[in-house]
């Protein structure tokens, strides 16, 4: 079992670093698993690209790839404005397939993160082109060695079939103790400057707050 966010960032990295194809991220706080894999990407030199059903495929901060890095398309640099339409999961893991084997791909490799994606894999009725074409892109990459790594950032369990001997689960544990500290006292830092409003720093009251924050996600904490 996981201790805290050290160990889920060393364990993680290991995997990527070992190409694992494959790998669900369980949690339902994506944004910090984002960061967590914001700076393995950097210190790895690979190129993190998001895939969701909203935004289609962009950056971590919700922004459009860009343009240059999207490499593959029969067109040359995929365009920014066409960047929407890779809403379509199939679509996205076919341009996908042809970053990494293009002559202009990114030589460190590249970390493909799909959010939420199992409405497309498992949901009643759906095509099955959606987990074909994930499984080929996961086995080109086990069996090719191609410099990529796909991550799925899901709580949800509903693997399909197709991919359940391809895929590798890691828990995101909850806020340690340590980090939940950090966090109140950041909050009540940003309190100080506002007029009218008395913050008390006792360290037995963040003791408290931070004892009945144990077992809470960062957003409950905030709510």
Known sequence: ???????????????????????????????????????IAADLDKKLILWSASRGVHNVDGQPVDRHDLVGSADGPFPAAAQAALSDLASALELFDRMVVHKDRH???YLFVF????????????????SRKMRDLVIAIRSRGYHANCLVISQSLAIPEELEKEITMIDLPLPSRAEIESHVSGLIEKLKPNRGFKVDPDPELITRMVDSAIGLTMAEIDA
């Open 1 to 39: 079992m996981l201790r805290d966010l050290s160990d889920f960032s060393a364990e993680l990295r290991m995997m990527i670093r070992a190409r694992y194809p494959l790998v669900q991220i369980a949690t339902y706080e994506e944004d910090r698993a984002l960061v967590v894999l914001t700076q």
């Open 115 to 130: 959010l939420d994606p199992y409405p497309y894999l498992t949901a009643r009725g759906v095509n099955p082109i959606y």
């Open 107 to 109: 030589k460190g490799g």
